[in-house]
T-cell receptor
C-alpha cells in the first residue's frame, strides 16, 4: 500500500511565524504535490515537484515556498504565516497521472 | 482554464436508496477522471479512476461513468448505507503531462438510517 504521511494532524501558529509542513512518501514516486482545501473551494494546488530539487508553481503559490532535498520528502513553508492561510493542507505523491493523498494537516493561524 | 463543478453540493437520502452524483468539466482534454471520498477531517481516498479512453469503472456498489465529449461524469452508488456518508470529490487530470489534478468543490452525502 502507498503511504503518504504528514508531520502533524493539527497545528496552531501565530501571525508572522515561519511554518514548516512536512510530507513523506514511501513509494519512490517522482511527483509530489501540496494542496490547500477550503470550504466551497475544493482543493487548490499550491506547488508541485517532479524530482529532487525541482519545483513548479501551482494555482495559488503566493505566500508559500517548498523544498525537496530528498525524493521521499516534500516540505511546504509559510515564510510569514497570516490568518488567511488558516486551512487544511493536503500532500500527495504519485507517478504518471495518479495521485495518493496523505491525511492532511489542519493549520490555524491566530 | 479547466473548471470542475459538482452537483448537488449536498444530498441527504434514506438508507437503501440508489443515488447519482454529478461532475462536469469545461475542457475535454483530460488524461483521466478520478472520484475520491473524504471523511470529516481526513485525507482523500481514491474510489475509482477512469482513463480518458474508458467509459466507466465499477467497484462493488460504485459505478462511475465518463462522457469526455460532453464533459460529464456520474458516480452511481447502489443501495446506499450510513457508512457511505462522506464528501465525494471529483478531479480531472490535465496539464502537459496529465499530472495536474483540478478538483470540484465536492458533494456532501448523508445517508440516514
Amino acid at each position: 500500500d502507498v503511504k503518504v504521511t504528514q508531520s502533524s494532524r493539527y497545528l496552531v501558529k501565530r501571525t508572522g511565524e515561519k511554518v514548516f509542513l512536512e510530507c513523506v512518501q514511501d513509494m519512490d514516486h517522482e511527483n509530489m504535490f501540496w494542496y490547500r482545501q477550503d470550504p466551497g473551494l475544493g482543493l487548490r494546488l499550491i506547488y508541485f515537484s517532479y524530482d529532487v530539487k525541482m519545483k513548479e508553481k501551482g494555482d495559488i503559490p503566493e505566500g508559500y515556498s517548498v523544498s525537496r532535498e530528498k525524493k521521499e520528502r516534500f516540505s511546504l513553508i509559510l515564510e510569514s504565516a497570516s490568518t488567511n492561510q488558516t486551512s487544511m493542507y493536503l500532500c500527495a505523491s504519485g507517478r504518471g497521472n495518479e495521485q495518493f493523498f496523505g491525511p492532511g494537516t489542519r493549520l490555524t493561524v491566530l | 482554464k479547466q473548471e470542475v463543478t459538482q452537483i448537488p453540493a449536498a444530498l441527504s437520502v434514506p438508507e437503501g436508496e440508489n443515488l447519482v452524483l454529478n461532475c462536469s468539466f469545461t475542457d475535454s482534454a483530460i488524461y483521466n477522471l478520478q472520484w475520491f471520498r473524504q471523511d470529516p477531517g481526513k485525507g482523500l481516498t481514491s474510489l475509482l479512476l477512469i482513463q480518458s479512453s474508458q467509459r466507466e469503472q465499477t467497484s462493488g456498489r460504485l459505478n462511475a461513468s465518463l462522457d469526455k465529449s460532453s464533459g460529464r461524469s456520474t458516480l452511481y452508488i447502489a443501495a446506499s448505507q450510513p457508512g457511505d456518508s462522506a464528501t465525494y470529490l471529483c478531479a480531472v487530470a490535465c496539464g502537459e503531462y496529465g499530472n495536474k489534478l483540478v478538483f470540484g468543490a465536492g458533494t456532501i452525502l448523508r445517508v440516514k438510517s
